[in-house]
């Protein structure tokens, strides 16, 4: 990734910033302005819609769901992961950024990223570039398609993704939330089972909300037989779906006309957009 053109992608920003802020160094082949830009974007739009940003909005939450969602039951059912690979997430992208602002490389783009395959295919000619390839190649495998696949979970979006950690923590301040109307619920456990993020456990089920990872998907509001679930306005009993649906559909439209705008313009004219 030689190319100071390449428009900086969302989950970066926690090992490109940091490194940027503490020491002015880029560490992604990519203009300040592109890290401004979509610093800017992406914490509006968390600051809006919270973790629904990997519910409604990321690219690589679109695969994730997408695979989660052919089957209609999961070949390997996968319902409690141990509390360390839920917690797996937040260290990582800790590393990442210690990496990232000692090293000053990006990392995680470097070495780890599936969909580096597609934009910017390594040369595969040492030992090293071979073992390096197949670790993304095979790990975008697991765990965007094979994996999501056979269990219908997102465990891309679940156990690996370092943007996700800081979704969800500074989604806790949003005002949209998920809540579970206790007195209706049946305890019949679907929407557990539905959850491709592991957000709905017993204990937050018992006590009427999901986990702070919740993507305001939706999914499990669906499977509810008791109508139970529901969007919510922050420390209130306010119903907000027709309002919250709308705006996330509105937002999803807005960033997926921008990003085929993106891959026409590169057709077209053999550039790749940078906000430079
Ligand atoms: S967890 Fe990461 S990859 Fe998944 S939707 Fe959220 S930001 Fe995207
Ligand atoms: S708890 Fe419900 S809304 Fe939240 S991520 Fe899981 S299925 Fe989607």
């Known amino acids: 990734m030689n190319n100071n053109s390449v428009p900086i992608c969302p989950i970066t920003i926690p090992f490109v910033a940091v490194p940027y802020f503490t020491e002015g160094k880029m560490v992604f082949p990519s203009p300040v302005t592109s890290l401004f830009a979509v610093l800017f974007m992406w914490l509006g739009l968390v600051l809006i819609l919270g973790r629904g940003w990997c519910g409604w909005i990321c690219f690589f939450g679109w695969m994730d769901q997408f695979f989660a969602s052919l089957l ?58 071979w073992i390096t390839a197949l670790i993304f190649v095979t790990g975008g495998l697991i765990f965007l398609v094979i994996g999501p696949l056979l269990t219908k979970k997102r465990l891309f979006c679940s156990f690996i993704c370092p943007l996700m950690p800081a979704n969800t923590l500074i989604g806790v301040i949003n005002p949209f939330k998920v809540k579970i109307d206790t007195t209706l619920c049946k305890k019949c456990g679907l929407c557990v089972k539905s959850c491709e993020l592991f957000a709905i456990t017993k204990e ?56 085929i705008w993106m891959v026409v313009h590169y057709l077209m004219t053999g550039e790749i957009v940078s906000f430079q």
């Open 72 to 129: 209609k039951k999961p070949i390997i059912p996968l319902e409690n992961p141990p509390k360390w690979a839920k917690l797996f997430p937040y260290a990582f992208m800790l590393f990442l950024i210690l990496v990232s602002a000692v090293f000053l490389i990006p990392i995680f783009c470097a070495f780890i990223c599936p969909l580096r395959i597609i934009y910017d295919p390594p040369g595969v000619t040492t030992t090293f570039e």
């Open 204 to 259: 937050s089920l018992a006590k009427g909300r999901t986990t702070i990872e919740c993507a305001k998907c939706g999914k499990c509001m669906d499977k509810c037989p008791a109508g139970a679930i529901n969007y919510k306005l922050m420390f209130t009993d306010q119903t907000i779906r027709l309002f919250f649906i709308p705006l996330a559909i509105i937002v999803n439209l807005l960033i997926a006309s921008g990003f």
